[in-house]
């Protein structure tokens, strides 16, 4: 089932989520349904709580950029509960965008090399290290579960900048091609 992605400007979005156990209701069709909504938007990564709910959940499939890096081909996984334990490396920028900020794209630093500590759909424990692209992709879905966007990456110029534009996403005043609720309006969108 396809859900509707939150915009910019709804207040969850910035909220630090909380662990699930094992029983969380019906986790298994959760998952399922947001690998399906994140492939509908095109997007590589989605967080819990940008299908409205507080919880330590992502998923991650990076295999849209495996021409340019082949070791993103076939990396698919969700993470419940996950704790980055190391960041390291020489900062890189990379042009980042997100599917609850439809239509803006920024360049944005992160370190090139995680260590992290999850657990999968099965809540079976795992303890890994990733590097380059897929690090950066589970960077921005972590930072949506500890209540932190993207722009929060920006300096405050820049952000202020774009506030036109981030107002526009707001009230839904973009052209997307997927399910969205926007802040400032109580329906939801889907122009496809």
């Known amino acids: 089932m396809i859900l509707p992605i939150i915009s910019y ?46 919880i330590r959940l992502f998923i991650v499939d990076a295999s849209d950029f495996a021409k340019d890096y082949p070791e993103a081909q076939g990396f698919k996984r969700a993470f419940i509960n996950p704790r980055i334990t190391e960041e390291s490396g020489e900062e890189w920028v990379f042009n980042e965008g997100c599917l609850s900020f439809p239509t803006l794209r920024e360049d944005i630093k992160r370190k090139p090399n995680i260590k992290i500590e999850y657990y999968d759909e099965t809540f079976s424990l795992h303890s890994d290290e990733y590097s380059g692209v897929i690090a950066r992709i589970i960077q921005h879905e972590f930072d949506h579960i500890n209540g932190i966007v993207f722009i929060d990456r920006l300096s405050q110029l820049k952000k202020r900048l774009l506030k036109r534009k981030l107002q526009t996403i707001a009230n839904g005043e973009v052209e997307i091609k997927y399910k969205m609720q926007f802040a400032n309006k109580k329906k939801n969108i889907n122009l496809k």
Not at 12 to 26: C, M, V
């Open 9 to 54: 400007g709804n207040a969850i979005l910035k909220i630090a989520a909380k662990k699930i156990e094992k029983d969380y209701p019906d986790l298994s069709e959760l998952i399922r349904n947001m690998f399906e909504t994140m492939y509908e938007a095109s997007g590589v990564g989605l967080a819990a709580p940008q299908v409205g709910l507080s």
